[in-house]
C-alpha cells in the first residue's frame, strides 16, 4: 500500500524558513511527477511546487524566489524549502505523486506563518 508522509510544518514568523519533507513508502511505479499543494482556509487547493522526472521544475508565481522544490530519488522523498515566509503561505501543504494512471495523495501538514 503506498503512503506519502508529510513533515516539517509548524509555526515561524514572517520571514522565516521551514523545510518540508514528504517520505514515500509502497511500491510506486511510473512517477511522472513530484509537487506540492496547499490549501488555505476558505480556498480551493493550488499547486505550490512541482518536479518532473526529468527534474523540470514548475513554481506558482506567487512562490517564486522563495521556495525550492528538490528530490532524492534513492530515498523516494520530495522536499519544499520555503524561505522568506509570509502571512499568505499559511495553509495545509500536501504531497503529490503523480503515476500513470493514479495520484497519489499525503494527508498534509499544517504552515502557519505569523505577522
Known amino acids: 500500500q503506498v503512503q506519502l508522509v508529510e513533515s516539517g510544518g509548524g509555526l515561524v514568523q514572517a520571514g522565516g524558513s521551514l523545510r518540508l519533507s514528504c517520505a514515500a513508502s509502497?511500491?510506486?511505479?511510473?512517477?511522472?511527477?513530484r509537487g506540492w499543494y496547499r490549501q488555505a482556509p476558505g480556498k480551493q487547493r493550488e499547486l505550490v511546487a512541482r518536479?518532473?522526472?526529468?527534474?523540470?521544475?514548475t513554481y506558482a508565481d506567487s512562490v517564486k524566489g522563495r521556495f525550492t522544490i528538490s528530490r532524492d530519488s534513492a530515498k523516494n522523498t520530495v522536499y519544499l524549502q520555503m524561505d522568506s515566509l509570509k502571512p499568505e503561505d499559511t495553509a495545509v501543504y500536501y504531497c503529490?505523486?503523480?503515476?500513470?494512471?493514479?495520484?497519489?495523495w499525503g494527508k498534509g501538514t499544517l504552515v502557519t506563518v505569523s505577522s
Open positions: 518536479i518532473t522526472s526529468s527534474s523540470i521544475t
Open positions: 503529490n505523486y503523480q503515476t500513470v494512471p493514479v495520484d497519489y
Open positions: 509502497g511500491n510506486i511505479f511510473a512517477i511522472t511527477a
